[in-house]
């Protein structure tokens, strides 16, 4: 099946900083979707992004499918940034999403 | 309000006991999804459904079965089979095939004592 890797794996974050996350996967998809996991352990959907560049508030995200990378920006981090962000994409070998580790992210104030 | 619900938040179960976790959603999404999430780790497929009286199993079937009667239900048994119970367990759904956008409800932590 497809291999997700999400980099790096942990991340300390000065609040106000701006960060880079970064998702490798090893097979062509036009499907990636970015989530937040809140220290509660709520998952929230932040991207459905297959191709291209998105941007929500403080948060954007870049999807190059040609080269197998995504990338999520955060920028001016807040504390309630914290927490785990997964990418995921589908494997359509056996029909279902493929998730990455997850990238911790801790901001301090 | 539109979402998923799941139920218990947390609960304990005592060895060899089956145990059954309620999920509901009022979205109208064909699909519903099991995962397994253990510290420090991603999400693991348990099972999955795409239609009604259908599902298939995931990476991690084993010690668990479903059932889905309901288009808005996909309720998760934990068996007395499954080893290592213990963890947090989302369920999911999305408007039609593997693919769409997916949403999750807030999960459910299961302890075994």
């Known amino acids: 099946g497809i291999q997700v890797e999400q980099s790096p794996p942990d991340l300390i974050l000065q609040e106000g900083a701006n960060s880079t996350l970064r998702c490798n996967f090893s097979d062509s998809v036009n499907n990636l979707q970015w989530f937040h996991q809140n220290p509660w352990g709520q998952l929230i959907n932040l991207f459905y992004i297959p191709s291209g560049t998105k941007q929500n508030g403080r948060l954007s995200a870049t999807t190059v499918a040609t080269e197998r990378y995504s990338l999520l920006y955060i920028s001016s981090s807040q504390t309630t940034d914290s927490g785990v962000y997964f990418c995921?994409?589908?494997?359509?070998?056996?029909?279902?999403?493929?998730f990455g580790k997850g990238n911790q992210v801790v901001v301090i104030p | 309000d539109g979402g998923i619900t799941q139920s218990p938040k947390y609960l304990f179960r005592k060895e060899g006991q089956n145990v059954t976790l309620s999920c509901e959603q009022n979205l109208n999404h064909d699909a519903m999804y099991w995962y397994r999430q253990d510290p420090g780790q991603g999400l693991r497929l348990i099972y999955y459904?795409?239609?009604?009286?259908?599902?298939q199993k995931g990476d991690i079937a084993e010690g668990y079965s479903v059932s889905r009667e309901k288009k808005e239900s996909f309720p998760l048994t934990v068996t007395s089979a499954q080893k290592n119970p213990t963890a947090f367990y989302l369920c999911?759904?999305?408007?039609?095939?593997?693919?769409?956008?997916?949403?999750f409800g807030e999960g459910s932590w299961l302890t075994v004592v």
């Open positions: 995921a994409v589908i494997d359509y070998g056996n029909n279902r999403l493929a």
């Open positions: 459904s795409q239609i009604v009286n259908d599902f």
């Open positions: 999911a759904s999305s408007r039609g095939q593997t693919g769409n956008t997916i949403y």
